[in-house]
């Protein structure tokens, strides 16, 4: 059994708020008395995508577990690779891969510069591709980005989500290994599907949405403030495949 923690919009600035609640969920993971497989961030890691956000960030993050991340819509590609990562600072897609003993997870870059919708570019799609080829056969795959590829049924959301999915869509269809989508963007735990694939979408930290139905529609209204951060749990039944998830509310 493998268990994978995944949280999403932490949105670290320079007011405590964010960092608070950021810190109370990473607290949180680090005190399991077991080791998790993975903790995944899928996106808007900084809130303005500057270099103290990332250095915040990276002190926040640091944990026993392996933490992998990859950028939103609100991150800046060279200070994530820079600061954040620790790497040499480019403008190229950030797409990260990690095997583990049963499973592997491809973190794929769905940010545009500059705008609030997502896309995979074909350099995003090409190295996926090879990831996917180059997997073990049996080995179940999840891949993660930020932007979901599909409509929530939140309007402010579903204006900026992943656009082009078509061509993600075809790619999973020649690797049945492809096990599921993982995403933030959203700040709203959804579980949905694509491309025939669960799709699991990660609570935001740093707020939450309310849906349509529970706001007026005037834009001060579109998020709490107050309900506490939280976490998603998912649970890979490595001798069936099947995938399981849990979702955890951390007091902040």
């Known amino acids: 059994m493998a268990v994978i923690a995944h949280l999403s919009d932490i949105h670290i600035d320079a007011e ?29 890691i900084a809130d303005h995508g500057l270099p103290d956000e990332y250095e915040r960030a990276r002190e926040l993050l640091r944990s026993r577990h392996p933490v992998l991340t990859c950028p939103g819509n609100h991150d800046e590609r ?75 049924h939140t309007p402010y959301v579903d204006g900026i989500r992943q656009f082009g999915e078509d061509r993600l869509a075809a790619l999973a269809d020649r690797h049945p290994d492809l096990l599921a989508f993982l995403c933030g963007h959203a700040h709203t735990p959804a579980a949905t599907t694509f491309a025939g694939r669960p799709l699991l979408v990660a609570p935001g930290v740093v707020s939450t949405l309310r849906l349509p139905w529970e706001h007026q529609d005037h834009p001060a209204h579109h998020v709490h403030l107050d309900l506490p951060p939280a976490v998603a749990f998912h649970v890979l039944d490595e001798p069936t495949g099947r995938l399981t998830t849990h979702y955890r509310t951390v007091p902040c």
């Not at 600061?83 to 403008?91: A, C, I, Q, R």
Request: with cysteine; charged share 20%.
């Open 78 to 152: 060279a200070a994530f690779r820079e600061f954040l990562l620790g790497l040499p600072g480019s403008t190229a897609p950030v797409n990260q891969v990690h095997h583990a003993d049963g499973f592997t997870l491809a973190l794929c870059d769905s940010s545009v510069p500059g705008k609030g919708e997502g896309f995979l570019g074909d350099e995003t799609l090409e190295w996926l591709e090879d990831v996917l080829t180059r997997s073990r056969v049996g080995i179940p795959v999840l891949v993660g980005f930020h932007h979901p590829p599909v409509p929530l």
């Open 16 to 44: 405590p708020r964010s960092l608070d609640r950021a810190r109370a969920v990473m607290d949180y993971l680090n005190a399991l008395p077991a080791d998790l497989d993975a903790v995944v961030v899928t996106g808007d």
